[in-house]
DNA sequence: TCAAATAGATTACGGATGTAATATGTTTTT
DNA sequence: AAAAACATATTACATCCGTAATCTATTTGA
C-alpha cells in the first residue's frame, strides 16, 4: 500500500477518460468529455499535462504520427479508486464502511433489482467467511 | 438540494469535533482533536475561523464569560455526509450507487454481525418499495 | 496598577486546483 | 518554400488548503 498522487475532481474526468480508451489521444479525450463537461481543449490538455507530471499517465509516440501522443494510464482504476474510497471513508466515517454502507443504502434511490443485487454480493461475502 | 459551501479535510474534522460537543469552545476543540491530530492550536483556530467566514459554524458568547466565543454548527452534520457523499458518488462512479456499494462490500472488512446489518437494512427498503 | 497570559483577528506562504491563454515547434497545405 | 494548422510546453492567475505566526485587545494574576 503506498502513496498514490493526489488526483483532483478535473483530473479524474480525465482518468475516467483515459482508462476506457486507452491509448488514446488528447483529442479522444476531448471527444469523450465532450459529452460531460464544457471544458475548453486547452484545459483538458492542461489536465492531461498534470497527471503528466504526477506519474499518474503516460504517453507512446507512434512512429507513423510522431506528432500525436498517445496516452495510457501508470495507475489502474481500481487502485485509485480503492485511495479514493478509502480517503472518502476517513473523511466522512471515521474509517467505518458499516456505518457508511448504512447510511448509503438508506439515502439512495436503489431499485428492486440493485436490492436483490446487493444481497447476493453480501451472501456471497457470508459464505467467503464461512469456509 | 442547494449548495452547501466546501469543506475541507482539515476543516472536516474539526466539524467532527464540533457536532459531537457543540456548543463548544476553541480550546475544547482543540482538546477533543488532540487525540487524532497533531495540529498546532492555532492552526486549529484558524480552520474555526474559515469555517466560520464559510457560514459553516456560528457562535454565541457566554455573558459570564465574554472573553471565549461557544461555537456551534449552522449546517447538520447529515447535510454535510449527504453533500460529500453525493461529491464523492459522481467523482469517482459516475454517480451510480449500485456500482460503489457493490465495490465496497466486495472490498471492505466487514464483520458476520455487520453483513446481517446491512441484509436487514436492505429488507426494510424493499418492504418499504413495496407498501 | 502593570505585566503576563490568553482569546480572537489578521497576515503569511508555498503548493494544489480550476480554468485557460500564449509560446514554440512540427506538419501539412498551397 | 512560406503560410497555416495543429500538437505539445510553458505561463497565468485567482482561490483554496495546510499549516502556522504575529498582532491586538482584553482579562487576570502579582
Redesign the interface.
Known amino acids: 500500500m503506498q502513496k498514490l498522487p493526489q488526483i483532483s475532481?478535473a483530473e479524474?474526468q480525465v482518468m475516467?477518460a483515459i482508462w476506457s480508451q486507452a491509448p488514446c489521444t488528447a483529442n479522444q479525450v476531448i471527444e469523450y468529455l465532450s459529452e460531460i463537461v464544457t471544458w475548453q481543449p486547452k484545459t483538458i490538455k492542461t489536465l492531461i499535462n498534470r497527471l503528466l507530471k504526477k506519474k499518474v499517465l503516460g504517453f507512446k509516440i507512434d512512429p507513423q504520427d510522431k506528432k500525436t501522443y498517445h496516452y495510457y494510464p501508470l495507475l489502474s482504476e481500481k487502485e485509485c479508486?480503492?485511495a479514493?474510497?478509502q480517503s472518502?471513508l476517513h473523511?466522512?466515517?471515521?474509517g467505518l464502511?458499516?456505518i457508511?454502507?448504512?447510511?448509503?443504502?438508506?439515502?439512495?434511490?436503489?431499485s428492486?433489482e440493485?436490492?436483490a443485487?446487493?444481497?447476493q454480493?453480501?451472501?456471497e461475502?457470508?459464505q467467503k467467511?464461512t469456509t
Chains 1, 2 share one sequence.
Request: aromatic content about 10%; charged content about 45%; proline content about 3%.
Open positions: 475532481d479524474w475516467k479508486v480503492r479514493e474510497s472518502f473523511r466522512v466515517f471515521d464502511p458499516q457508511m454502507l448504512a447510511n448509503f443504502i438508506e439515502e439512495c434511490e436503489l428492486r440493485d436490492i443485487g446487493l444481497k454480493i453480501l451472501e461475502k457470508e467467511k
